[in-house]
């Protein structure tokens, strides 16, 4: 089963930042979960919000600051994150935009090239399965992951339509047969965000195939 760091190990360490990641990297984790929006100029930045209100001292929306700018609080770009993990675990990169998508792809393709990394390091994730669609169509390399957080009767027939890799639910919704019948289709099962030990106990005990945590070595 994956131990997966949610935007590091952020129970530990400010989310997606490099000392969250290399916390998780520390706490021996099988892959990191992380989200990225682009920068004023164009650059793929790691941040959850589409502000910085929450998660700096700044105000304002990502995208009207520079890459500079961004670094300048504490913002990661992707690249340094993946130069930071190196291969050692599998990211999992959350698309939170359309825009987002391309230039983290061309990234992601320079990487993999440079580092002479495998794609399969690479987990493309995003709630927008539009995004999650066109990528299927034009670039079918990338291993993609579902995310959903209600109830979705089509779910597992879009994974099939786009031919995913996994399947990211809240985990609230599952129970063992729905577990047990997402991966009769053939695909991983990997919950968010689970932080309390007896909902990890749980869904250890279905067997999913990843769970992703702020505390991964709870799991």
């Known amino acids: 089963m994956w131990k997966i760091g949610h935007r590091g190990a952020c129970g530990y360490a400010p989310e997606n930042s ?4 290399q916390k998780a990297i520390d706490l021996g984790v099988d892959a990191v979960e992380l989200d990225v929006h682009l920068s004023a100029d164009n650059e793929v930045m790691v941040i959850h919000d589409p502000t910085l209100d929450r998660t700096t001292p700044s105000q ?11 670094q300048q609080l504490g913002i990661p770009t992707l690249a340094a994150v993946l130069d930071l993990i190196q291969n050692r675990c599998v990211v999992n990169i959350e698309l939170k935009t359309k825009s987002a998508a391309q230039p983290t792809l061309d990234l992601v ?8 990394a495998s794609f399969h390091q690479i987990l493309i994730s995003s709630f ?7 990528i299927s169509h034009q670039q079918p390399e990338y291993q993609l992951g579902i995310l959903y957080e209600e ?9 099939q339509t786009i031919g995913a890799f996994s399947m990211h ?27 309390d030990p007896s909902a990890i106990t749980t869904l250890t005990s279905w067997h999913v195939d990843g769970i992703i945590s702020d505390f991964p070595d709870r799991i």
């Open 109 to 116: 393709a320079k990487y993999c090239e440079s580092r002479k």
């Open 128 to 134: 927008d399965w539009d995004i999650l669609r066109e």
């Open 169 to 195: 639910p809240n985990y609230k919704l599952l129970t063992f047969e729905k577990v047990k019948k997402i991966q009769a289709f053939g695909f991983k099962v990997f919950p968010w965000t689970v932080n």
């Open 151 to 159: 109830e979705s009767l089509d779910a597992i027939a879009f994974a």
């Open 60 to 70: 304002g929306f990502v995208n009207s600051k520079t890459k500079f700018e961004l």
């Open 18 to 21: 490099l000392l969250s990641f």
